[in-house]
């Protein structure tokens, strides 16, 4: 299933979550929460807005599932842990959230020291969801059998999104690498689950498919509580994806006629 194994663990089991921690002890530790997040927001801050708004996009949940669609038919394997980790990311931070009354800076920062763009949505800020939603399914790519530059990109991608929830001034740098740490841990464990819990079956496939396509069909139609300036790669993005996936729906559910045209 994965080409990494346990026993011998890569560094891309580890690396990401070695690094979050340390830095979160040292800003911790040296009570540079805010002072870090004030330096970040603002050097990160230029106009058009709708740049890191549109970044940030990304990190929505619905907007993660959708960018499997495309391995739907092809890889059924990481379709699979993918939701598991999704499972388990989700319960771990609306477990979280409720229990750690950490504010957002809106409600700590005076207005005129930083900078807010789009919508910031909720009270409690840790863990970021956002982050935690994007690292997970980066560690589900870089877990699995994929090449070392589709596993940096998706990494960066990642990285952009939790550096987004700084940007938009949205999440604490301690927030955004707790998301990291969650996300990754997350994946970790659904590549270990998904060994135990097989899901590759065609049922199960149709089942999994059937919900992607079900959260394109959301977010084109259904969602309208998201930011107007991110509302147009909200529709083309998951248009596309679904695009990428005709042919693996198409050997999920009708796999007949794959062979009768072959």
Not at 16 to 24: G, N
Not at 29 to 37: E, I, P, R, V, W
Not at 97 to 103: A, E, M, Q
Not at 232 to 239: A, G, K, N, R
Request: glycine fraction near 8%; charged fraction near 10%; proline fraction near 5%.
């Amino acid at each position: 299933m994965s080409t990494l194994s346990f026993k011998n663990l890569s560094p891309w089991y580890y690396a990401i979550i070695l690094f979050a921690v340390l830095m979160m002890i040292i800003i911790a530790t040296a009570g540079y929460n805010q002072s870090l997040f004030l330096i970040l927001n603002n050097f990160f801050y230029f106009k058009p807005e709708a740049f890191w708004i549109n970044v940030t996009l990304f990190g929505d949940a619905g907007m993660v599932m959708i960018l499997m669609l495309p391995l739907v038919g092809r890889r059924p394997e990481v379709i699979w842990i993918g939701f598991i980790t999704a499972i388990l990311a989700t319960i771990t931070v609306q477990l979280l959230k409720p229990y750690i009354d950490l504010p957002r800076p809106p409600s700590v920062l005076a207005s005129d020291t930083f900078h807010t763009m789009g919508n910031i949505f909720g009270s409690k800020t840790f863990p970021s969801g956002h982050t935690t939603a994007a690292f997970a399914l980066a560690g589900v790519i870089a877990l699995n059998s994929f090449s070392n530059t589709t596993r940096v990109l998706v990494l960066i991608f990642a990285f952009m999104i939790g550096l987004s929830r700084i940007a938009v001034g949205a999440h604490w740098p301690i927030d955004v690498l707790a998301g990291m740490v969650i996300g990754w841990t997350c994946a970790i464990a659904g590549v270990w689950l998904a060994r135990y819990l097989p899901g590759t079956s065609r049922g199960v496939q149709m089942v999994t498919s059937f919900i992607l396509v079900a959260t394109v069909i959301y977010l084109v139609f259904f969602h309208h509580d998201g930011d107007k300036e991110a509302r147009f790669m909200e529709i083309t993005v998951p248009l596309i994806c679904l695009a990428l996936s005709l042919r693996g729906l198409q050997s999920v559910y009708f796999p007949g006629s794959i062979r009768s045209n072959e």
